[in-house]
Structure formats: structure tokens, C-alpha cells
């Protein structure tokens, strides 16, 4: 077990021969692309604008246009490639001692234990397909939500994508909404380079006009900004999808597992607009500037159901309302009504039980709750006390830090008039 852990791999990647040779090998993609970028400016301003076209007017205009598409495309290109991953925090690592435990525990359950007892704190939702705290054991770390080791970068990295050969970076929490503007603004710049050289391209191969060398300059660059075009189209349509349904490739592949509600793609779906200004920020001024403005840390996620309780919290006082679609409720076969009746309690230790919680639109969702048996106040000092049967409505809600169902212990009511017996109140 090597003394010095940490989130990147930086023992391993000693160890590989050659590894500049490979650092550099990386680095051909992006080469590539900035000679494409190089040679069009080269073509498009001097070839086309300046050689090519005799209307001054035109010329302005078209160099006007194209200088601006062309900074915010490279820019974005620029913050997509050189913008740092991010990378998981030192208070996710797990002490040597626990990794230790961990790697020599005879079951699988003692793991689960360990791990779960160290996460206990951390603010993570996501599991594994056996229930398990998502743990890498190449960073010996808690993963955090939405986090993937990517084995190119050596290091687990927040939110991530995927890992682009072309941008030689791995696209995540931190540079995506660069990389989204970079797809958007290579389509833009291809499509508007295609577009204003159309007619002289058609001219070129009519052979109205005689460019020499420069004729071909021009029909190589309608041939390549099209087949750009043509590409990008459909990476960048994929792309604003997922920024509209807040998911990322991975997450389209294989659905996320929440501790509560099991795979879920559309677990952290806040709605269009929501899912949008998490990647664009709240500023629509810099929406469509490469400059960071997304929401968030990169640790934490805002859920779907978190989303939805905070939505009908923010409905303000519901003790009168008729449950809605987001009421839930834990309900008898009775389907007793909620009344407002305090009641105090009857033993100093709570059980727990697994529940069923039912919402007005059918959907279910099972969780442990914790039950304290409650007894109403007595109008008689008197009076010989009783057990009774108790009619419970709750309202859940989803706890922020852990996903775990918070069962509301309010609208308790008790009956005097249907006293049962001890027996009858351990039934129920």
C-alpha cells in the first residue's frame, strides 16, 4: 500500500515508459484542429475576403462578422482545453487505516459498513448497483455524486462527461458549459464560412473567375466547413439536449443509482430552464460568453424530488391544503383523514419501520421511517388512560445532504370516542 494517496494517480503514471512521448501523442488531435482553424483564416480573410471579393462593402462586412464568430469560437476552444478538471477535495479521501479495513474485510457487508459509516457526513446520494457507497479504490475516495475516475486524466473528476481526444481534456463540471459554446461556435463559424463562400465557389467551378492557387483555397474550404457542419450538428443537438434533461453521456449510457428510488436518468431533471442555468449560470449576460458562471460546487446536485419538495415547501402553509401531486402521504387501509390534534409521547424510544409512501398520482417509493406512537391529551386528568388507535398522515420530505426519506410527524389525531384495547393499539 503506497504511503502518499491522493486523487491523482501520479505513481502510476511515473512508472510508464516514454510518458512524454505520450503526453505528446495526446496533444496530435488539438494540433490538428488549430491547423484546420489556422489555414481557414488564412483562406477565408485573405484568399476569399481580401483577394477574391471586389466589393469593399462586402469585404467589411463579411470580415466583420466573421472576426467575431471566429474570437468567441476559439475562445471557448481555448477555456474547454485549458481549464483544470475538477477534482475531488483531501476530506473525501479515506484514512489509510480505514482503506486498510476496507481491502481486508472478509465480507462484503463489513465493507458496505465502513464505507457507509465514513460517508456518513459527506453529502452523497449515488450508490452502487449493490447498494454500496461508490468508492475508488485507484484515489482512495468516496466518490462524490455525478463523479467518474477517468483512467486518461488519472484522477476521479467531478461530473464528468466523457474524456475528448480532440480537446485532450476530459469535458466535466468545470469546463462544460465551455464545451457546449466551443460545439455551438464551431457550428456557427462552419456554417457561416460555408454560407459566404458559397457563391464564389460556384463562380470558381463555373470558371467565371480565375484565382490561380487561390481558386482552390476556396473550394477546399467550402468542401471542409461543410463536412464540419454536417458533424457537429448532431453532436451539439445531443449535447443541448442533455444540458436540457441535466444529464451527461454517462449518465444517458447507464442511469445514476440513488439510495432512495434505485436508477433514475431523470434524477436530477429540475425542468428545462433549471437544468440550463445550472450549466449557464443566472446571468443570461454571460450565458453565451465563455467566462464560468455555472451553478454549483461540483460535489452537490440538487435531485428531482429535492426539487419538487422545495417547490411545494415554497407553496407556504399546507396544513389546510388538499394533497396535491407532490403530497405525499403514509396512509391505512382506512384512509383516515388528517386532523390537528397535539398529542404527547407515549415511550422515549421510536421504531422503526419500512413504509410505503403513496402520492396522489399513484406513484410509490419505499424508505425506513421512523414511527413515534403518540397518545391526544386528556381532558380529564382523571380519566384512566388508554391506548388508542392512532390515524397518521405524514408528509416527506427528501434530506439534502443524504436522500434520506424525513418523515413529518404533524396532523396527528386520536379518537376518544374509539378507545381499543392495548392489544388492538400494538396491531396497528
Avoid at 164 to 171: D, L
Wanted: overall charge negative.
Amino acid at each position: 500500500m503506497p504511503a502518499r494517496m491522493g486523487n491523482y494517480e501520479s505513481d502510476g503514471k511515473r512508472s510508464i515508459p516514454c510518458a512524454g512521448c505520450m503526453a505528446a501523442i495526446k496533444w496530435i488531435p488539438v494540433i490538428f484542429i488549430a491547423a484546420v482553424i489556422a489555414w481557414s483564416y488564412y483562406a477565408y480573410v485573405v484568399q476569399l475576403c481580401l483577394l477574391s471579393i471586389e466589393n469593399t462593402f462586402e469585404q467589411i462586412v463579411f470580415l466583420i462578422f466573421y472576426h467575431i464568430i471566429c474570437i468567441l469560437f476559439f475562445w471557448s476552444y481555448w477555456n474547454t482545453i485549458f481549464t483544470p478538471v475538477g477534482t475531488v477535495p483531501s476530506n473525501w479521501r479515506i484514512p489509510e487505516a480505514d482503506i486498510e479495513y476496507i481491502f481486508h474485510s472478509d465480507t462484503q457487508e463489513q465493507q458496505k459498513r465502513i464505507l457507509e459509516n465514513f460517508a456518513k457526513t459527506l453529502p452523497v446520494t449515488n450508490r452502487t448497483l449493490n447498494g454500496s457507497v461508490r468508492f475508488c479504490e485507484k484515489c482512495k475516495i468516496i466518490k462524490p455524486d455525478r463523479a467518474h475516475h477517468c483512467s486518461v486524466c488519472g484522477a476521479c473528476v467531478l461530473k464528468m462527461d466523457h474524456h475528448c481526444p480532440w480537446v485532450n481534456n476530459c469535458v466535466n463540471f468545470t469546463n462544460y458549459k465551455y464545451f457546449v459554446l466551443f460545439l455551438g461556435y464551431a457550428l456557427l463559424y462552419c456554417l457561416y464560412v460555408a454560407l459566404t463562400s458559397l457563391e464564389y465557389f460556384i463562380r470558381f467551378w463555373r470558371g467565371d473567375l480565375n484565382g490561380g492557387m487561390g481558386r482552390f483555397h476556396i473550394l477546399f474550404l467550402f468542401f471542409v466547413s461543410l463536412m464540419f457542419a454536417i458533424s457537429l450538428v448532431s453532436l451539439f443537438g445531443y449535447h443541448i439536449y442533455l444540458t436540457l434533461m441535466n444529464r451527461t453521456t454517462l449518465e444517458a449510457f447507464r442511469a445514476p443509482i440513488f439510495r432512495i428510488g434505485g436508477p433514475d436518468k431523470n434524477g436530477y431533471n429540475l425542468g428545462k430552464y433549471a437544468n440550463f442555468q445550472e450549466v449557464f449560470g443566472d446571468n443570461w449576460k454571460l450565458w453565451f460568453l465563455p467566462v464560468y458562471s455555472s451553478v454549483g460546487d461540483g460535489l452537490t446536485y440538487t435531485t428531482q424530488k429535492q426539487h419538487q419538495m422545495q417547490s411545494y415547501d415554497s407553496m407556504g402553509d399546507t396544513s389546510q391544503q388538499q394533497p396535491t401531486s407532490q403530497h405525499h402521504q403514509l396512509l391505512h387501509q382506512d384512509d383516515a383523514s388528517p386532523l390537528n390534534t397535539a398529542g404527547t409521547v407515549i415511550h422515549s424510544l421510536s421504531a422503526t419501520s419500512t413504509a410505503t409512501i403513496k402520492s396522489s398520482d399513484g406513484n410509490e417509493t419505499n424508505g425506513i421511517i421512523t414511527i413515534i406512537p403518540v397518545k391526544p391529551a386528556l381532558a380529564n386528568d382523571n380519566e384512566a388512560a388508554a391506548e388508542p388507535d392512532i390515524d397518521v398522515v405524514v408528509i416527506p420530505t427528501i434530506d439534502t445532504a443524504n436522500g434520506n426519506v424525513i418523515i413529518n410527524m404533524r396532523d396527528i389525531e386520536s379518537s376518544r370516542e374509539n378507545v381499543l384495547s392495548r392489544k388492538d393499539f400494538e396491531n396497528v
